[in-house]
């Protein structure tokens, strides 16, 4: 007997809705699924090599026996029934079963030709990607200190331009104080952060606004700042503050993460990236990160010269006066 579909309703409208962080949680998992990704995609593709889907193709069909108005085709075709008819059947049908045989080895030395080339030339990739990061370390698996900001907090508002309805994209937000003061004037903000613990502790913070109440937790996506980045159609983002991932990645990650930061932000909007001092850097990490991590801080006049190449314009660097993290801030024409 179906169930009653108004019990279900009301059963689904008894559900507490999810909070922040489950909802972040499950956004997550949607992002790291792994179909689509590269390595799904070669994988697909090499099973259906080895088991092709059961769907006929044109000429493949099944042998149907001789035409059945073949012996009707004038006098000399009846007489030659008599004659010739059932060794005329059985000529055609080992014929067209030889045909099948030898059809069906060729495609398969194809598939095994193929799997076999395809096979190598992951192996191959493999041994180049394992030359970039042997430990297959992600970086959110290391101890690293998030970049000292407090110098800059109250100006990264100012250095953004006026608020417009589109958010600015901070990452990697942190403990999400970056995140808090620029929601604090109005805009709107949405931070990306790697580490689990980081984005459960932003969003558990309680805030409360002008009159005291509770206001909802700042807008915190769980992943990897580049990814995010990638995924975001052009000219999507009002900004975009690069923090923390702009030192520890190599330098193709660095030169990927500030292209799509550019090619994220619309016409007229900034981008802001911090740069560590590289000697507190070097002091401030635990043995494991700093040997392990792929990269390091940048000097700021490099991210002058990075910007300015991706057509980046107004570039500014703006020193510490007595922390260790420099500001190189740029629009976007």
Known sequence: MPEDPSAEDAAAAADPPLGADEQALLAAFDRLAP?????????????????????????????????EDLWNRGRSARIGQRFVGDVARVLADTLAADARAASSEVVGGLNVATWDALRYLAARVELLEARHNPARLEAAELATVPPALGEWTGQVDTWLGPPDPMAVIVGESGDGTLLRALLGTGRRVRG????????????????????????????????????YLGELPAGSAGGVVLVGC?????????????TQAVRAVRSGGRVVVFATDQRAWDEALPVTARDLLPGRPLHPETWLLLLGRLGVVDIEWHRPSSGTVHAVVGGIA
């Open 35 to 67: 179909e689509g990704s590269l390595q799904w995609g070669f994988d697909d593709a090499m099973r259906r090599i080895t088991a092709p889907p059961a769907v006929p193709t044109p000429g493949a069909a099944p042998w149907k026996g001789l035409p």
């Open 192 to 227: 990306v952060e790697p580490r689990g613990a980081r984005v459960w502790s932003t969003l558990a913070e309680p805030r409360s606004g002008a009159a005291g109440a509770p206001t909802p937790p700042p807008d915190v996506v769980l992943g990897e700042m580049s990814d």
């Open 246 to 258: 702009a030192d520890h990645l190599d330098l193709d990650g660095k030169v990927g993460l500030v």
